[in-house]
């Protein structure tokens, strides 16, 4: 027998000198990372699904996890509990680094009770989660639990509890990103919601409050798992996701690439990189992306593709509400958070989804100080009953209230259309915003010149003897008298109307002068922003 029990995994209990407690030690900790068997081992592997160390050695730089309470066991008995005390109690916590700077993880083992939150576990993220807070460093979990451990009761619900309450507690003070390799089903869902960024991967990760079995006995309805809570769905119908993919290993690597984004807490400014694009780099091109016809739609990824750094960027919620666009880039080596419209996409209007799809982008983007950049071309706000009964008007305040709650550096670019309140609300200077700019196509208005022109001189052409005629003469005395590029500008409601091969240039000049920008909202405990 050696000093490790090969049955039991406990320790022995005999007298041993030092080198015999040593060997000890390590055996005990080989078996708590072998974990409970090669079976559940290859089970995991079976489904698809690397384990929690793999999952944590491709999160981290090589080297640099350091485990917290690996030795911890749960002290519940009763229905077969007591007889099976495994280390870690499914959950692997600890910190390490990515690209060099601190991290802090936790990672649900499946193998061990199915990665079930128990009493011991749930105290294991607590720690971690206290840790992150206090060290100022992101925190990542990487979720794979079949919920709360129902053997320990309501020791378990009181768990999650924990976590929700510091899930709440870092909000806006460290980033917090859920990453999603199994199960999520009931109130354990509730902790990604809560935090920053949501990734997913296809096939393997679902999450729901009730399984399709609850569905199907309410409701009648049948649904596979993936169907009621998958990535894809997730990632373009309910907008829980931000980041759906097709395997761990991509998953994993653009959560480091995220993070290279993203500050260390609310303190710092998000790093800094040498740039080997020019600041200077004109951008001839986005004179024949941009037609100047109004009606006519472009891809307005080609356009941010121009502007920034290298042509790369990292887009949010890129499947969800796609008439805008959310992403984080950078311009000189430094990040930047660019919201605009999509042409594309119902020529680009703001819907519900839309206004909160940007209006949380707004608000990580202000916790975290990441000056944002806004491109407008922008018709309106999408008409329609099933908008107007769905709460437009309070989810389109959502942005609005966003906007101007933001302090951090914020520029607008009018590329094209700017029409009635949706110009108001994509941060306006009328809300805000430090430096607004134009391009010679830009037609800033309360609506379109023919629906004035319908408006304003109804009766006129009501009586014309020629009414097309003379609404075709009234929408180009509209155009000409309101809606020309320079509008605005001889009123001071734009900066600037600069050539838009200038562009890049223009807007990483604003953001250098704009970095030392402070400013304090009122004394308050907090807002009420509308729901």
């Excluded at 030690?25 to 079976?46: C, D, F, Y």
């Excluded at 829980?240 to 290993?249: I, K, P, W």
């Excluded at 960027?313 to 950078?330: G, P």
């Excluded at 223009?506 to 250098?512: F, M």
Aim: charged share 25%; aromatic share 6%.
């Amino acid at each position: 027998m050696t000093v490790l029990e090969e049955t039991t995994g406990e320790p022995s209990g005999e007298p041993a000198d030092a080198h015999g407690r040593v060997a000890e030690l390590h055996g005990i900790r080989a078996r708590a990372v072998a974990g409970p068997s090669e079976k559940a081992t290859e089970a995991q592997r079976a489904k698809g699904k690397l384990t929690a160390r793999e999952r944590i050695e491709l999160l981290l730089d090589p080297g640099s996890f350091r485990e917290v309470e690996q030795l911890r066991r749960h002290r519940a008995n009763g229905f077969g509990l007591e007889a099976k005390k495994p280390y870690t109690d499914g959950v692997v916590t600890g910190w390490g680094t990515v690209e060099g700077r601190t991290v802090f993880v936790y990672a649900h083992d499946f193998r061990i009770f199915g990665g079930a939150l128990g009493e011991a576990h749930a105290a294991k993220i607590h720690k971690i989660m206290d840790m992150a807070i206090a060290a100022g460093a992101p925190l990542v979990s990487l979720n794979d639990g079949a919920g709360a451990r129902i053997q320990e009761g309501v020791s378990a619900l009181a768990g999650y509890g924990g976590i929700f309450q510091r899930n709440t507690r870092a909000s806006g003070v460290i980033p917090q990103i859920s990453v999603m390799l199994g199960p999520c089903a009931g109130g354990a869902a509730y902790s990604p919601a809560l935090t920053d960024f949501v990734f997913m991967v296809r096939d393997t990760s679902q999450m729901f409050i009730t399984g399709p079995d609850v569905v199907k006995a309410v409701t009648g309805e049948e649904i596979t798992q993936n169907g009621l809570g998958g990535a894809d769905v997730h990632a373009e119908t309910s907008g829980v996701c931000h980041f759906a993919y097709d395997d761990e290993e991509t998953c994993l690597a653009e959560v480091r690439y995220l993070l290279s984004l993203l500050p260390q807490n609310n303190r710092e400014n998000p790093p800094r990189t040498e740039c080997a694009d020019p600041a200077d780099r004109r951008g001839d091109g986005l004179l024949d992306l941009v037609p100047a016809d109004g009606n006519r739609p472009y891809d307005m990824v080609k356009v941010i593709e121009e502007i920034v750094d290298d042509g790369d960027y990292l887009e949010v919620h890129e499947r969800w509400a796609r008439n805008i666009i959310c992403a984080l880039a950078r311009m000189d080596g430094r990040v930047v958070g660019i919201i605009a419209n999509q042409p594309q996409v119902l020529a680009g209007v703001l819907d519900i989804e839309a206004s909160e799809k940007a209006a949380r982008f707004v608000q990580m983007c202000d916790a975290f100080n990441i000056p944002i950049v806004t491109l407008l071309d922008v018709p309106g706000f999408l008409p329609g009953v099933d908008q107007e009964h769905g709460g437009i008007i309070r989810h389109g305040a959502k942005l609005l209230y966003a906007y101007c709650n933001a302090t951090v550096p914020r520029i607008s670019l009018i590329l094209r259309k700017a029409y009635g309140g949706a110009y108001i609300v994509m941060d306006s200077q009328s809300i805000g915003a430090d430096l607004t700019y134009a391009w010679p196509t830009n037609e800033i208005a309360v609506m379109g010149a023919e629906g004035a022109a319908n408006v304003i001189f109804r009766r006129q052409i009501a009586q014309a003897d020629d009414p097309e005629a003379m609404r075709q003469k009234m929408v180009k005395e509209y155009k000409s008298e309101l809606m020309h590029p320079y509008y605005a500008a001889e009123r001071g409601l734009v900066d600037d109307v600069i050539d838009p091969a200038e562009t890049r240039q223009v807007l990483i000049d604003s953001l250098a002068m704009l970095q030392t920008k402070h400013a304090d909202l009122p004394s308050r405990k907090h807002g009420n922003p509308p729901q």
